[in-house]
């Protein structure tokens, strides 16, 4: 070949100097996501004793095919009816003669049901509608990280 073929910029693309940073930035913006899942989750959850909020816990940050995630997870055990309500129902006693309602023993209740706080999927929008601005400063310094490393090798300034 003759005449300029530029520059050699290859070493600002090789797994060398992108690797690092870039497995960094994604699991810090991993983190960062499942962070401001978890706070919006807990804000939106209903409180009658606080327990369900209580139990909201950020999963923590994971390998996934192509990347890093996270997240909020709830493990008390009526999580899930206040995530996506009940229909009405009868309650009766299973292994005892009454059940313990608000108003005394009684040997069965109905149940009026109740809609769904779906506070974790409220949560999983209000963040992807933000996720960008969240990672921004993980971006900001995998771009400089990014930078410093190829400046280590010759011939980039």
Do not use: C
Not at 72 to 81: C, I, P
Not at 116 to 144: I, N
């Amino acid at each position: 070949m003759s005449g300029y073929s530029g520059g050699d910029l290859r070493h600002l693309f090789s797994p060398g100097t992108t690797a690092e940073p870039t497995r960094d930035m994604l699991r810090g913006t991993a983190d960062a996501v499942g962070k401001l899942m978890t706070v919006r989750a807990t804000e939106m959850t209903p409180r009658r004793t606080g327990a369900v909020a209580r139990a909201m816990q950020q999963t923590p940050v994971h390998r996934v095919p192509n990347g890093y995630a996270s997240g909020v997870e709830n493990s008390h055990w009526r999580a899930g009816w206040v995530e996506h309500g009940v229909k009405p129902h009868d309650i009766e006693p299973e292994d005892k003669a009454a059940i313990i309602t608000p108003q005394g023993p009684r040997a069965g209740a109905k149940h009026p049901g109740h809609a769904g706080a779906h506070m974790v999927a409220r949560a999983v929008a209000e963040t992807d509608a933000v996720w960008p601005r969240v990672a921004e400063p993980h971006l900001s310094r995998w771009q400089q990280d990014i930078e410093a490393r190829a400046k280590t090798h010759r011939g980039i300034t």
